[in-house]
């Protein structure tokens, strides 16, 4: 045998061997040898493919350790829809379903029984893994349940996820896609945060927030420094199998990790159990949870149930209440957040509430505070909805040294610039120059759907403001290549690559700059309609709302709205010195059309259609002459709902709005002569 060769067996040999003990370790949690005896095992198979690099392969356990930052997440369509699940915190909900269930069960096969598979529902992150050939060749997230971001290079980094699937039990199938939770542990969630702070920066909210941030790292190495793990559940593409116990074995199996809470149920009453079951033990579980998820074991009935547009006939969540504790309001501080709004945020006495210690609550606003008179030194009631963020619920006592009542701050506490009232909310106008909405603001404007300043992404951005290159919104095009050499992350090519980017943003198209501004209430379809109706920057800037109003689908407080936005002092000041940088390209102006075919209707698009994106199905019944508008009311004359449909879909329900397919969508379009297909 040649000494080739001989390198290539103990190469390989090696890589089994660690592949089996990360399976042991991480998904089996019974490891066979020590920490020690596996770093060693490592250490041996670095040093070989160092000195042999061409022999290193995607699948090799030391391809998981991270590597450069990378330029931004690229998106990808799911090989089938992850949807989300109807759910309720309450019994008689759960018996509901169960009946429903049963009956359309029954109208399938009435010789067909019901039983349940029930697991914790793991508050984490839902991800997609694809197998091909028993490779992991994508993990994507789940963004909008069609597509999702493309996080391939830092899910390899998690060791329980196995870049190679086992083929020693049942064989491997050429292709396997593979829904599962990646969460982190509570005790390395406050290991986690408990380095932030030494850090000098912010702690993660809770640990769904953590396995997500971490997970949506540009930067793969700060991925692979935090012990994420997760449990497989689900597959959406692959061999068949007759039951969800079938399947979990299956994965298992493969090396794919599987929850050990998972049970099953004959009946409701069973279901209810687990479920008591589950909200006696979250306190001493090593992951968060926020409820149980119930499904129907028998995996061909699932097929023959289907789905709604936004959730499975065949799958229920039970969630647990909010736990609720008692605090003490030390103080009441108003913060900036990113948008402009100033929250007030009660800081607390530290409190536990579901092994997670809270310091700190959000007050939403001053009528929130006024309507439950929360002043400092009350005792109040705590709870962490849907165990996740924290706020008051109520004032329990109040004391002798209790304080006077809270006012707003008069002047915003980052920038000093006199606050104004938005509704409910207290808002900073100084939409560009407050340095707590900068980094968003930047963010925003360079964003894909902004001006798409490739690599001008929110770790760039926030460099750039903390080492005060840019001050001032207008001052990124006054960045040097070489300053953007300096940044983390950056070399002579990249910052050049950057810098060519935003010099080529100094002309953008008009309906991209003013969505890239972030004005209120303008999305992308009132962008278009802004640049059909007044052709240039000047004119949409010099417009009055009653002009504004009259254009498709702008109302009246929209148009209060922007008109505010443009005539804001601080505002008005910045965009003089942004346009000494960039010149927006006018649009040709459209002469509105009264005897539009679709005149007097008003519509509404949600989830994911398949002819045609959402903004262009929006301009394309405004073109007909139809208003469209982002939420659903009692004026909206249909609501088309694609793949994936959310809440806007249950409300056009509720309020009795007529609910259109794509297919049907497209239909009545037919009906008053317009082709979608050339319109």
Known sequence: MSQASDVVNVINDLREQIHHHNYRYHVLDAPEISDEAYDELMA?????????????????????????????????????????????????????????????????????????????????????????????????????????????????????????????????????????????????????????????????????????????????????????????????????????????????????????????????????????????????????????????????????????????RWAYAVKFQPRKEVSEVLSIVPSVGRTGVVTPIAMLRPVNIGGVTVSRANLHNIDDIERKDIREGDTVRVERAGDVIPQVVEVVETGADRGAPFAMPTHCPSCGTELTRRGPYTVCPNSFDCPAQLIARLTHYGSRGGLDIEGLGERTVTQLVERELVKRFPELYEVTPQQL??????????????????????????????????IPEVGGAVARSLARAFGAFDAVRAATPEDLERVNGIGAVMAEEIHGFFHEPHNVEVLDALLRHVTPKAETVEESNGEGVLEGLSFVFTGTLERMTRPEAEALVQRLGARTSGSVSKKTSYLVAGEAAGSKLTKAEQLGVAVLTEDEFVALLAERGVDAGTA
């Open 485 to 518: 050499e300096e940044l983390d992350g950056f070399a002579e090519r990249s910052a050049q690559k950057l810098w060519e980017a935003i010099e080529a943003s100094r002309t953008p198209e008009l309906p991209r700059f003013l969505f890239a501004l972030g």
């Open 44 to 312: 041996t198979l670095r040093e070989l493919e160092a000195r042999h690099p061409e022999l290193v392969t995607p699948d090799s356990p030391t391809q998981r350790v991270g590597g450069a930052p990378l330029t931004g997440f690229e998106t990808a369509r799911h090989l089938r829809p992850m949807l989300s699940l109807d759910s309720s915190a309450k019994e008689e909900d759960v018996r509901a379903f169960d009946q429903r269930l049963r009956r359309a069960v029954a109208n399938l096969d009435e010789s067909a029984t019901v039983s349940y598979s029930l697991e914790p529902k793991i508050d984490g992150l839902s991800v997609e893994l694809v197998y091909e050939d028993g490779l992991l060749v994508r993990a994507v997230t789940r963004g909008n349940g069609i597509e999702g971001e493309v996080i391939t290079a830092n899910v390899r980094t998690i060791r329980a996820v196995p870049l190679r699937l086992l083929s020693s039990v049942r064989p491997v199938p050429s292709l396997l896609a593979v829904r599962g939770e990646i969460y982190l542990p509570i005790h390395a969630f406050d290991d986690v945060n408990a380095e932030l702070m030494n850090q000098g920066k912010q702690p993660f909210a809770n640990p769904r927030n953590a396995a997500a941030g971490s997970v949506r790292q540009l930067d793969t190495s700060l991925t692979a420094s935090r012990p994420l793990t997760l449990y497989c559940y689900d597959l959406l593409a692959g061999p068949t199998f007759r039951t969800q116990s079938e399947l979990l074995g299956a994965l298992a199996d493969w090396g794919l990790p599987v929850n050990p809470d998972n049970a099953t149920a004959d009946d409701v009453e069973g279901v209810l159990a687990y479920f008591e079951k589950m909200v006696e033990e979250r306190d001493h579980m090593a992951y968060e949870v926020d409820g149980v998820v119930v499904k129907l074991q028998d995996l061909d009935l699932r097929d023959r149930l289907g789905n709604t547009a936004h959730h499975p």
